[in-house]
């Protein structure tokens, strides 16, 4: 039996194209997100990840539909659907210029629902703890932390409004194996926790294994290999093989 809750999909591409000049990125790429899922983006350099995800925020023109909700994206409602979208960007990308504090409840303090500057500071607090770090950080700076605390005060920045859509780009990039780790085990628990849907891009296996439900393998614009993340431990496309176990050229 199909349960009506598990088919609802949160965000989907119809026909995506995307050409540069006379270079094709994509060629009619079809992909859904299903509601509270994690599906993971991986494919080789170049293939086109971080142009999805610039066609998904309305960065960049693109052929074709995509839809949220159901509803295709235009220019009109953009708006209104990205004030719902978290996004936590490759290196963090903190307002330099901004205590700690003021990066996380960035959104809060600028969005509609326009809530006090002490119900925003009680929340910050909250989030702070959510991603293993205290208050005594508050009112520092962004470079007087190490990169993985920044990532983790980016990803209480990203997850400060309850989002009901989060993109992360490459989230381990430029960590150590053990702060990668951490990061992908606080992303993965705090996406499961809320249950909230996300498309990850990472070059990084152990980030799609450890966050992701489902699995997209890009290769030469389109679809290669899609499944969940089991079936991609036990998938024979080559490609995707050799993406997973690099084999080294002697
Ligand atoms: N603004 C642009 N103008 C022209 N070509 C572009 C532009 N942006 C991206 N490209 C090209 O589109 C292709 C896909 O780029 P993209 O950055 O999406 O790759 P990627 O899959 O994210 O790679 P990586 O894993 O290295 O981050 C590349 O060949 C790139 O040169
Ligand atoms: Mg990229």
Redesign the pocket.
């Known amino acids: 039996m199909t349960d009506a809750f598990e088919e609802r999909i949160t965000l989907e591409t119809k026909d995506l194209s995307k050409r540069?000049d006379q270079?094709t990125?994509f060629n009619k790429l079809n992909l859904k997100i299903r509601y509270g899922k994690s599906i993971g983006i991986m494919?080789p350099?170049?293939?086109?990840?971080?142009?999805l995800l610039k066609c998904i925020l309305g960065l960049m023109d693109y052929d074709g539909e995509i839809l949220y909700k159901g509803k295709v994206l235009v220019k009109r409602n953009r708006k209104k659907v990205f004030d719902s979208f978290g996004m936590l960007f490759q290196g963090g990308a903190l307002f330099d210029s901004l205590t700690i504090w003021q990066n996380i409840a960035f959104k809060l303090l600028n969005n509609e629902k326009k809530i006090s500057k002490k119900d925003a500071l009680k929340t910050v607090i909250g989030l702070l703890h959510s991603v293993g770090l205290n208050e005594n950080v508050c009112n520092l700076m962004p470079e007087e932390l190490s990169g993985g605390m920044q990532k983790r005060v980016a990803l209480a920045r990203a997850i400060a409004d309850k989002p009901s859509l989060l993109f992360f780009d490459e989230p381990t990039t430029g960590l150590d194996p053990s702060t990668s780790f951490s990061i992908n085990q606080l992303i993965s628990s705090i996406v499961k926790k809320e249950g909230i849907t996300s498309l990850v891009i990472s070059?990084d296996p152990e980030s799609i294994r450890k966050i992701c439900d489902e699995v997209i393998f890009i290769e030469n614009g389109s679809i290669g290999w899609q499944g969940s993340v089991s079936e991609m431990e036990k998938s024979n496309h080559k490609l995707l093989e050799d993406y997973l176990s690099p084999k080294k050229i002697t």
């Open positions: 540069f270079k990125i494919g350099s170049g293939t086109g990840k971080s142009v070059h």
